[in-house]
């Protein structure tokens, strides 16, 4: 299990937060969770050699090598394409590793891989594909006559932008071959099933990764929309194919009832709120009173920022409020920082001089945004640290620069690469000085 960490974890509250977000990535841990739902498909009846495996995103070695694992000699070739950690094969499966947020080369040379490997399927196979975040970008494959260097740029200008995810996918699906169902009409008429690590608040199939196996609803127009909320130019490449879709020249995705996806069927085997529910479980562990609540959206420093309000205004009951999601952050400035960190960083200003009371945001992947850290956690006297150090929060936030401010103060929380991906968890917590690391009831 990954170890959450951060100076400011130490301490009776720290540990428990520490414990809370670990237990939350134990309870996602995509080799286990791919086991489990391995055991309630009938794929260990198939014949020797006769599964093809495709393995993508940031989970995919360890889902791979799980599927490898549990179906042994059924599989006769197949692919893992992933960020990290990547070993030169899985079993019999060649490993490539691409590039996350923005596609690169070598995501470009994944995605021609994938597609030899698809190529090569016989009618009578059974394709099993393993899908969890990150596959969106580590595996690209442009549109004739797109380029790489096209799709990098609007994939970039779109998250400069702060674009929902449902916008940048509606976008991807419609500019790659592979993604919007792409990958599943390649290897029809033959089976796919799809093993499902779910990054996406509310698991939609066609969002996950760009949908690869999944129907796709959305349209050239809604390319349109999206584009249109760039603040930076758009390759004219990428202009005049949305042009040609609108115009009726270039085919829409394939839709719910397409022929082609007829013998597709999916499996959730882990989410967003698998990691919530364990989050609540070690939280009541901890003998404080839970809170969940709807899911995180919007901008991140608004979300840190209301947060950070509800916990100052608390009273003394020991409590934690859960929550799980995805925030986006509207770039203005040079910093650097995540989403998470910006989140925590925002948080701090509501909790200034405050006592007992805690912000933390974790990207699950371990990785938030362009950074090597998790996140971030947060407490009442953060601010009056920062200022000790000559820093300004506001200014920070103005530059999206949270990340040297939160390593500065001692908030900065690390995990390492976690092999999973379900989103982010965010946590508030209400632990008052006369709470003992016996972690009392109450203290009344």
Not at 68 to 90: E, Q
Not at 306 to 327: C, K, S
């Amino acid at each position: 299990m990954n170890r959450v960490s951060a100076p400011l974890l130490a301490g009776a509250a720290g540990a428990a937060i520490a414990r809370i977000l670990g237990r939350a990535l134990a309870a996602v841990e995509p080799a286990s969770a791919v086991e489990a739902a391995l055991a309630r498909t009938d794929l260990l009846q198939c014949r020797p050699s006769s599964i093809v495996l495709v393995a993508i995103g940031k989970a995919a070695v360890a889902m791979a090598q799980a599927l490898v694992d549990g179906l042994g000699d059924r599989v006769r070739t197949g692919i893992v394409v992933a960020k990290a950690n990547v070993p030169a094969a899985v079993g019999r499966l060649t490993a490539l590793r691409g590039e996350h947020p923005v596609p690169g080369p070598g995501s470009v040379r994944a995605g021609a891989a994938v597609l030899d490997t698809v190529s090569a399927v016989h009618p009578d196979d059974t394709v099993v594909v393993a899908i969890s975040g990150g596959a969106s970008a580590l595996v690209s494959t442009p549109e004739p006559p797109l380029s790489h260097a096209d799709l990098a740029t609007t994939t970039a200008a779109l998250l400069r932008s702060g674009v929902d995810i449902d916008s940048l996918n509606a976008v991807r699906k419609h500019l790659e071959v592979l993604k919007g169902g792409g990958l599943a009409t390649r290897v029809a008429p033959a089976r796919t099933v799809s093993f499902v690590l779910s990054d996406v608040v509310g698991d939609a199939l066609t969002t996950i990764a760009s949908g690869p196996t999944a129907a796709d609803a959305t349209t050239w127009d809604d390319v349109a929309t999206a584009l249109a909320a760039c603040r930076d130019p758009i390759p004219p490449a990428v202009a005049a194919l949305v042009a040609e879709g609108r115009a009726g020249r270039r085919p829409e995705t394939p839709g719910p009832g397409d022929p082609r996806l007829a013998r597709v069927e999916h499996h959730i085997v882990a989410s967003n709120a698998t990691a919530i529910d364990a989050a609540v479980q070690q939280a009541r562990a901890e003998r404080l009173t839970v809170q969940t609540g709807p899911s995180l959206v919007g901008e991140a420093r608004e979300v840190g920022r209301d947060l950070g309000q509800r916990i100052a205004a608390a009273d003394d009951t020991p409590r934690a409020i859960v929550l799980g999601g995805e925030t986006t952050v509207t770039v203005v400035g040079d910093g650097r920082g995540g989403r998470n960190q910006e989140l925590a960083l925002a948080a701090s200003l509501a909790l200034a001089g405050t006592s007992g009371r805690h912000v933390a945001a974790l990207a699950t992947d371990g990785e938030d945004g362009p950074t090597d850290a998790a996140g971030g956690v947060v407490d009442g006297g953060l601010v009056a640290r920062a200022e000790d150090l000559g820093l300004d929060v506001r200014e920070h936030l103005r530059r999206n620069d949270a990340m040297p401010l939160l390593e500065a103060t001692g908030g900065l929380l690390r995990t390492g690469p976690t092999g999973t991906n379900v989103c982010d968890l965010v946590l508030g917590i209400v632990w008052p000085s006369c709470l003992p690391p016996t972690r009392a009831p109450s203290c009344s």
